[in-house]
């Protein structure tokens, strides 16, 4: 992939059509291990078995990073911190989410150097404690679940807020990243050209649902099926999650007003 990254993708309980959650090895000589994501029991022995064929390469994991708290990024993480004794690192929105079972070693913050060019990145949105990881000497960007190049990427009510979700979308698509490794699906090629796709996606669905609110006061379920008549319907549940978030969103700006399960639009 690129001198200092290799890629280890192994089989999680993630949102379909992904099914597979990356691992990374970044780094030349003391490596970091990124996403201890599998609960999966053969999955697990051929995680373990990719990190202790590093130092054969001349490579020395010291640790594992996880970039967020969610099922599919850290059901790994307690069994695979103790098959290869690295301690945990993650954001401490991150730490406080987590089963007691997973104990982190270090707290990272927004603009700690690791490996002495990796800058992380803290970009909530999709989950309070998410994290990326920036390489500006090469371009890489290791950024989670912000984008991915297979599924999509939710912002569900509870973990997600789309006002920052979309605000850190803009600070990731202002870096000039030359490539993002996303935690599903392949590497991605001009990583600010799909930034902006998924701000301007974001922003006509919001149009759509202010067009949907136009009708008068109306409930979330009843905004749906206008809001998302360019979706199957099989696909609405999830859909309505990301409605939710939009909803919350234009109500936070002062756009839109709720009472109890009815929202209306503010002139």
């Given at each position: 992939?690129?001198?200092?990254?290799?890629?280890?993708?192994?089989?999680?309980?993630?949102?379909?059509?992904?099914?597979?959650?990356?691992?990374?090895?970044?780094?030349?000589?003391?490596?970091?291990?990124?996403?201890?994501?599998?609960?999966?029991?053969?999955?697990?022995?051929?995680?373990?078995?990719?990190?202790?064929?590093?130092?054969?390469?001349?490579?020395?994991?010291?640790?594992?990073?996880?970039?967020?708290?969610?099922?599919?990024?850290?059901?790994?993480?307690?069994?695979?911190?103790?098959?290869?004794?690295?301690?945990?690192?993650?954001?401490?929105?991150?730490?406080?989410?987590?089963?007691?079972?997973?104990?982190?070693?270090?707290?990272?913050?927004d603009g700690d150097?690791?490996?002495?060019?990796?800058?992380?990145?803290?970009?909530?949105?999709?989950?309070?404690?998410?994290?990326?990881?920036?390489?500006?000497?090469?371009?890489?960007?290791?950024?989670?679940?912000?984008?991915?190049?297979?599924?999509?990427?939710?912002?569900?009510?509870?973990?997600?807020?789309?006002?920052?979700?979309?605000?850190?979308?803009?600070?990731?698509?202002?870096?000039?990243?030359?490539?993002?490794?996303?935690?599903?699906?392949?590497?991605?090629?001009?990583?600010?050209?799909?930034?902006?796709?998924?701000?301007?996606?974001?922003?006509?669905?919001?149009?759509?649902?202010?067009?949907?609110?136009?009708?008068?006061?109306?409930?979330?379920?009843?905004?749906?099926?206008?809001?998302?008549?360019?979706?199957?319907?099989?696909?609405?549940?999830?859909?309505?999650?990301?409605?939710?978030?939009?909803?919350?969103?234009?109500?936070?700006?002062?756009?839109?007003?709720?009472?109890?399960?009815?929202?209306?639009?503010?002139t």
């Amino acid at each position: 992939m690129l001198p200092n990254v290799q890629m280890f993708a192994a089989r999680t309980p993630t949102l379909l059509p992904a099914t597979h959650t990356n691992s990374y090895a970044l780094g030349r000589g003391d490596v970091l291990l990124v996403e201890p994501a599998t609960p999966y029991e053969d999955e697990r022995r051929a995680w373990v078995e990719w990190a202790r064929a590093l130092p054969s390469q001349g490579r020395t994991p010291i640790a594992i990073v996880i970039t967020h708290h969610h099922e599919d990024h850290v059901s790994g993480a307690a069994f695979l911190a103790h098959e290869t004794g690295l301690p945990l690192w993650a954001h401490e929105e991150t730490r406080v989410r987590l089963d007691e079972s997973v104990q982190i070693a270090r707290i990272l913050e927004d603009g700690d150097v690791l490996l002495d060019s990796w800058r992380v990145l803290h970009t909530p949105g999709h989950a309070p404690g998410h994290v990326c990881l920036h390489d500006e000497s090469t371009g890489a960007l290791v950024c989670g679940d912000m984008v991915a190049s297979v599924g999509t990427i939710l912002i569900a009510p509870g973990d997600g807020d789309m006002r920052v979700y979309l605000r850190e979308l803009a600070r990731l698509e202002s870096l000039g990243a030359r490539v993002a490794l996303p935690a599903h699906g392949d590497p991605i090629d001009e990583p600010e050209k799909v930034f902006r796709k998924y701000i301007v996606h974001r922003g006509m669905r919001e149009d759509r649902i202010v067009a949907a609110m136009k009708k008068g006061e109306r409930s979330a379920a009843e905004i749906l099926p206008d809001a998302y008549d360019d979706t199957p319907p099989h696909v609405w549940p999830i859909a309505a999650l990301s409605l939710q978030a939009h909803l919350d969103k234009l109500v936070a700006e002062g756009r839109a007003a709720r009472n109890e399960n009815v929202y209306r639009l503010v002139t």
